[in-house]
């Protein structure tokens, strides 16, 4: 799948040394279940911890030279079901 494909649902696109891109019919809470209005149907959120509009991203990741890949940098967690 491309960045261009259309699915149902929403995308998280986790850009390399940047946000997280989510695009398509989303909701978006706060820890207490709140919702944020986003504003827009593609958001940018903060990856970096340093944004001053969190939980969006306002560029600030190359002000302070963010790094982080795009992949994954861990193992994936093990299945519950592991071995059964």
Do not use: N, W, Y
Not at 29 to 55: F, H, W, Y
């Amino acid at each position: 799948m491309t960045i261009g494909d259309q699915v149902p649902g929403a995308s998280v696109v986790v850009c390399e040394d940047g946000p997280l891109l989510v695009r398509g019919d989303f909701t978006l809470l706060a820890q207490d279940g709140t919702a944020i209005e986003p504003g827009r149907d593609t958001i940018a959120l903060c990856r970096c911890g340093k944004s001053a509009a969190k939980p969006f991203c306002d560029g600030t990741h190359k002000a302070i030279r963010f790094r982080a890949e795009a992949g994954r940098q861990t193992p994936a967690p093990r299945s519950d079901q592991a071995g059964q």
